[in-house]
């Protein structure tokens, strides 16, 4: 009788322990299930999270046509979005003008425009650049100078606008004007020309007292003389960063401009080739000089810093 008992509870036990195992198992299974999230389960906070790491346009095409609530999750937002338009068919650009550009206008706060057919089309982003009122960044890359001087009228209505990046495609014929009218924007601090433009075209006057900016850090792939920096910077007084070419073979001229006083400058960034030039009136904590300087000339910058 006691065997018969041992049996029957070694019977049990073992029943008991393979149907706790097959709990276990059944339990880890359903939470397995239960715990696997599809995209289309997360949250519409999560999904905007998820959509800032990606370019919008990517956004746009793989999401807009897929469903209702997606559609609805690109248009209704008041997020701010970046756009960035480089390599895109006409049509393409077409649809996504339609769909996103032209009802967001109130939303993007960075357009990055690259693409060569973009700026001539009817329904170019810079036909309307003064409806983006939220607009921070603007980068304009292989633009032709036509466009330019128009295009740059907008921009003084925005009042967000601090950062501008222009790269002409050909030559612009009056840069002068073009300073001038970057130099009116009331918001911008940062600024990186890079503008094709004929030798003697230069005759920025000296700035007034209504004509400053904001700008801090400017960069200018050009060269120029030192009467044409000193004009320039005239325009700049709260200048931080300075990055610029000079131009070589007339160092030996003396300037007729007297340099401005810029005592916010810390950082100039100079490509010259000159023995001496007009950097002790400034505060520059760190310079960074390249091409044919002169030891000499190396050793005076570095006792000036």
């Not at 299974?29 to 289309?40: A, D, G, P, W």
């Not at 993007?108 to 921070?136: C, D, T, V, W």
């Not at 907008?154 to 501008?164: C, K, M, N, W, Y």
Request: glycine share 0%; net charge positive; hydrophobic share 35%.
């Amino acid at each position: 009788m006691e065997q018969i008992k041992r049996q029957q509870s070694k019977f049990f036990h073992n029943y008991n322990e393979s149907q706790r195992k097959k709990i276990r198992s059944d339990s880890y299974n359903y939470l397995s299930r239960k715990t696997i999230t599809y995209f289309e389960d997360l949250s519409n906070e999560l999904i905007y999270e998820v959509f800032e790491f990606l370019d919008y346009f990517h956004v746009y095409e793989a999401f807009f046509n897929l469903n209702i609530r997606f559609r609805n999750l690109l248009i209704n937002s008041t997020l701010p979005i970046q756009i960035n338009i480089s390599s895109m068919s006409k049509s393409a650009y077409q649809q996504y003008h339609t769909d996103i550009i032209k009802t967001s206008t109130y939303r993007i706060n960075s357009l990055q425009l690259s693409n060569l057919f973009i700026y001539g089309l009817a329904f170019s982003p810079i036909r309307i650049l003064s409806k983006f009122l939220q607009l921070e960044r603007l980068i304009l890359n292989n633009i032709k100078s036509q466009y330019l001087e128009k295009l740059l009228l907008q921009l003084i209505s925005l009042p967000l606008l601090s950062s501008l990046t222009i790269t002409s495609l050909d030559t612009v014929k009056n840069t002068s004007i073009i300073y001038h009218q970057i130099f009116r924007l009331p918001a911008l601090k940062y600024c990186k020309l890079s503008l094709e433009r004929y030798s003697n075209d230069y005759d920025l006057p000296l700035s007034t007292i209504d004509d400053q900016s904001p700008i801090e850090h400017l960069i200018i792939n050009d060269d120029m003389y030192l009467d044409q920096l000193n004009r320039l910077v005239s325009y700049v007084p709260q200048l931080r960063r300075l990055s610029i070419q000079l131009r070589q073979g007339y160092w030996r001229q003396r300037t007729k401009i007297r340099p401005p006083t810029l005592s916010h400058l810390t950082h100039v960034f100079l490509k010259l080739d000159y023995e001496n030039t007009l950097i002790g009136r400034y505060s520059i904590q760190q310079i960074h000089i390249e091409e044919n300087i002169t030891h000499c000339f190396s050793n005076r910058m570095k006792k000036r810093v």
